[in-house]
């Protein structure tokens, strides 16, 4: 795929045996391996509001919530939390 | 940006590696932001294969979220660049037990026969990433219905 998000290899006693690109979940981080000759239906797909891969479980989920997003959420969170010395 | 490795092999201090059973009883590895000084950390490249006798079994590989790492064996993670400073992430290795893994939260999961190895390695923008929380982070871990030996992991991650 081009401007893949990643690369797999399996190795054993005779080498690489596969190989394939993958590409990171742009909603919830999930590494999703591109199997070679797949339907691109079973990948996942486009988000058109971020414009980014997203996983078949985020497709499904039918709105985007980017993993940048979630993050500073959680970090927020965390900051409120220690500003209230707990 | 400094980067750093760990693995739970053979490293003084590093605990006894865990047998593998048909579900997960422990953690292969894991890392998780310090509960003093948080920091958002990137996993980029993942290594992971088996060290036991060899056979024909499958074993489920699955690195899910965690809000609370293991207790057992912390090792400091080693930097790649010697100049670079102490890792602030804290990492587990060989751990018995899990810490709190957060539920459908699996961002890698994949099946492999024992006799092979597997590295997964992300391109820029493509890594696994770690929110600057008390104690959030990710842990390795690995079952198999047939494969009752121990299991080997190596993470390379950058800390922001």
Known sequence: ?86 | MAKYSITNGSTSGGGTQQSMTTTYVGAILGLSSSTTTPRRFKIYDVLIGTNGVPADNFVEWDISRITASSTTTVLAAQPLDPADATALTVATVNSSTFGTITTGSNVFYVGVNQRASYRWVAAPGGELVAPATSSAGFQLRARSGGYTGTATGTFHFEEQ
């Open chain 1, 1 to 86: 795929m081009r401007n893949a998000g990643g690369y797999a290899f399996t190795f054993d006693v005779g080498g690489i045996r596969q190989e394939a690109d993958s590409f990171t979940c742009a909603h919830c981080n999930r590494i999703v391996i591109v199997k070679p000759k797949c339907d691109p239906m079973d990948l996942g797909g486009m988000c058109r509001l971020c414009d980014k891969m997203i996983c078949p479980a985020c497709v499904n989920l039918g709105h985007c919530d980017p993993l940048e997003k979630k993050l500073e959420r959680a970090e927020a969170k965390d900051r409120a939390l220690r500003s209230y010395g707990l």
